[in-house]
């Protein structure tokens, strides 16, 4: 069966959309379809994408840390590529209607992938860039590096409270009870308090799938790489706290509540 750009179109959700950061609205999404459009008639999975897509980031990462503004605009033009690569396999799982538990997985390498890399990245390309730090720029890798464990060590912390959770879980009420890692006692909105859903929606908005790199086009053309990288390297740094703090507070929380 061949596909249309306009299939492709209807099999994306109309709630999915409404929901879109803006540089997702404006650029990502709408080039998605197109691309797609390629892939899914050449008999690509969603999984051959986000594995590509895994390969793409981290070219685009190691170009970012050259000496040079050509190779730093095609660090950011790669990056730009991969976030479209990260709607395209989404958009041809929804097409064949076909969701496993290896795509969520090979989904997750592709999202592990940029989240381990760019800010190194950026932080080289601030090193190379900056006339605000001066002789103190060597710093911009170290907060850059920072930044980047902090940003992999609060993914890590959520997913060890899941597997955690799935299996205190399995043991108090069986597996009849739990369903998938993502679903029901985990993501009920009645459980999330205020500061969870304000700090899950700024990632979503702000975050590596959200504006970020919009943002990073604007610094580098802008020569302001520098402020960028400091931004967002409190960002990760304050969020890599805050989910240190929920997921504990809410481990002591559930094992106070079911295991005394």
Not at 233 to 243: E, H, K, P, T
Request: aromatic share 18%; charged share 15%.
């Amino acid at each position: 069966m061949k596909y249309t750009v306009e299939d492709i179109k209807k099999s994306f959700p109309e709630s999915k959309a409404k929901k879109e950061p803006f540089w997702g609205r404006v650029f990502l999404r709408r080039t998605s379809f197109y691309i797609t459009y390629f892939f899914i008639n050449h008999n690509w999975t969603p999984n051959k994408v986000s594995l590509l897509s895994c390969i793409v980031a981290t070219i685009g990462c190691i170009l970012l840390c050259f000496d040079q503004l050509l190779f730093i605009w095609m660090g950011v033009f790669i990056l730009n590529i991969w976030s479209v690569l990260d709607c395209v396999d989404g958009n041809i799982a929804r097409c064949l209607k076909k969701t496993s538990l290896a795509g969520e997985f090979f989904d997750a390498v592709g999202g592990y992938t940029i989240s381990a890399f760019i800010m190194p990245g950026v932080g080289m390309a601030a090193y190379h860039t900056t006339g605000l730090f001066g002789q103190y720029r060597i710093y911009l890798i170290f907060i850059a590096s920072l930044a980047g464990i902090c940003d992999i060590f609060s993914r890590l912390i959520y997913q060890k409270y899941s597997n955690s959770m799935m299996q205190m879980e399995y043991k108090r009420i069986g597996a009849d009870g739990i369903a998938v890692e993502n679903s029901g006692f985990y993501s009920n909105d009645n459980h999330f308090s205020f500061i969870k859903k304000l700090s899950l929606y700024i990632d979503y908005e702000f975050g590596i799938g959200g504006d970020e790199l919009m943002f990073l086009i604007i610094a580098v053309l802008i020569n302001k790489i520098d402020i960028f990288l400091i931004m967002y390297s409190l960002y990760y740094i304050m969020g890599f706290v805050l989910v240190f703090i929920i997921y504990t507070k809410k481990m002591f929380n559930y094992e106070k509540e079911y295991l005394n």
